[in-house]
Nanobody, 125 residues
Framework: QVQLVESGGGLVQAGGSLRLSCVTS???????MAWFRQAPGKEREFVAA????????YYADSVKGRFTVSKDNAKNTMYLQMNSLKPDDTAVYYC???????????????????WGQGTQVTVSS
């Protein structure tokens, strides 16, 4: 069983930055790691991910150019650097992991087996 713990959320003004962290309970070299978010009254949506085979980052169109996903394998930690934040980025952000999904499913919530508890990000206007 893989445990994921997110941190780094908080309240920030529009245009500001935050860095989220996701620490795993096991070595995650073999896992695809992702960030999803869920705003009030909306479905959970894909934000960004790092594919296990290549280490390459993938992004939702809404965050491209503003968010950067990265991994530190030595620390078993994934990061999400969020810049130029907008009120629309307000949501609970979740870390997810899976070791068998294929690249074409990287943005599909149901393909991830492991989830963290989430961290709140609030962007004020």
């Amino acid at each position: 069983q893989v445990q994921l713990v997110e941190s780094g959320g908080g309240l920030v003004q529009a245009g500001g930055s935050l860095r989220l962290s996701c620490v795993t309970s096991t070595s995650f070299r073999a896992y695809t790691m992702a960030w999803f978010r869920q705003a009030p009254g909306k479905e959970r949506e894909f934000v960004a991910a790092v594919f296990r085979n290549t280490g390459r980052g993938y992004y939702a169109d809404s965050v491209k150019g503003r968010f950067t996903v990265s991994k530190d394998n030595a620390k078993n930690t994934m990061y999400l650097q969020m810049n130029s934040l907008k009120p629309d980025d307000t949501a609970v952000y979740y870390c997810a992991a899976d070791r068998s999904l294929i690249l074409s499913s990287i943005a599909t919530e149901g393909q991830y087996d492991y989830w963290g508890q989430g961290t709140q990000v609030t962007v004020s206007s």
